[in-house]
């Protein structure tokens, strides 16, 4: 049984499935040429991320198709409804980056109140001859401590990304389209706290929170839009780790020339993999290529989730 990891699958991935007698290439096949080697090597189960995407035209394309997998929570690049109507079996690993993901959101929070996403740029150009300057420009820095988080969209990432919050001292306030409450669990020590979140209309978490990080998947329209940024607090900032075009960075990179905004972090962004240069120069922006789940355990855990999945249907 073959299996094509497109875009990569983690050690631990392959070995669990050779273990298991499949055999595992991790070629990166181009996207035009994707139905063609399918079909050609007789793969039973593509494996992709990001970059590749599964449309009508492979799901068609590939008859020996048995399964596709999706490394990550996000399924936005495949046709899942319609690849589940032709019989195919469509897997992904919602849990396995959240923490990853949930602490990321929080590099760019720590980095950006203390301005390090900046002074991490100006201090080797002009450190040296500056430092007195640098000192005093880098010098009016907050506390996240009892400052209030909005984190838009509760799902698994969104509840870590509260875990944290809570654990270093800030109140929280949630939306979900989806969901009026949640319980999570605080894990502090030998001891778990449970704790009942509510959640609020988003009017209300724009117009009370410091800090926003949306959690959602890709959307038709955006979530934070001209009409948001005009409710959010003055001074306040937003995350975004979730999805490129959930945000209108136009609107964006007004509200932050104007000083209604302090700062911005970007994982994601609207014209990915080519960032608008007004983005990716803005001083008042943290910046990452999209690396929210890329870290080694959680790339273990979604290549062995992955590989179970796998081992467990055909082993059914």
Not at 40 to 61: E, Q, W
Not at 186 to 195: H, N, T, W
């Amino acid at each position: 049984m073959k299996i094509l990891a497109n875009d990569g699958i983690s050690q631990s991935g392959i070995n669990l499935l050779k273990d298991n007698k499949f055999e595992v290439i991790t070629d990166t096949v181009d996207q035009d040429k994707l139905i063609e080697y399918i079909n050609k090597n007789g793969i039973s189960v593509l494996l992709v991320r990001s970059a590749t995407k599964v449309r009508k035209d492979i799901i068609d394309g590939c008859k020996s198709l048995k399964i596709i997998g999706r490394g990550g929570v996000g399924m936005d690049n495949i046709d899942v409804e319609y690849a589940r109507s032709k019989g195919l079996l469509v897997i992904n690993t919602p849990s396995a980056s959240s923490t990853s993901v949930a602490e990321l959101v929080f590099s760019h929070l720590y980095s950006c109140v203390r301005f390090l996403h900046d002074s991490n740029r100006n201090m080797p150009l002009s450190g040296e001859k500056d430092f007195k300057k640098l000192k005093k420009n880098y010098s009016a820095g907050v506390e996240l401590k009892n400052k209030t988080l909005g984190i838009v969209g509760f799902g698994r990432i969104g509840q870590e990304v509260a875990k944290i919050a809570l654990g270093v001292g800030m109140k929280i306030l949630v939306y979900d389209k989806y969901i009026k409450e949640s319980n999570i669990v605080l894990e502090i020590a030998d001891s778990k706290i449970k704790l009942r979140i509510d959640t609020v209309p988003i009017e209300d978490l724009l117009r009370k929170s410091d800090f926003i990080t949306l959690h959602v998947p890709a959307q038709k329209e955006y979530v934070i839009g001209k009409k948001e940024f005009q409710i959010m607090k003055n001074n306040s900032a937003i995350i975004n780790a979730s999805r490129g075009g959930v945000i209108d960075e136009v609107e964006l990179t007004k509200n932050l020339n104007s000083g209604k905004l302090l700062f911005a972090g970007l994982d994601t962004f609207e014209n990915e993999p080519n960032p608008s240069i007004q983005i990716l120069m803005n001083p008042k922006i943290s910046l990452s290529p999209h690396i929210g789940a890329a870290t080694n355990e959680a790339q273990d855990r979604i290549g062995s989730e992955l590989a179970n999945q796998i081992i467990d249907f055909f082993n059914s």
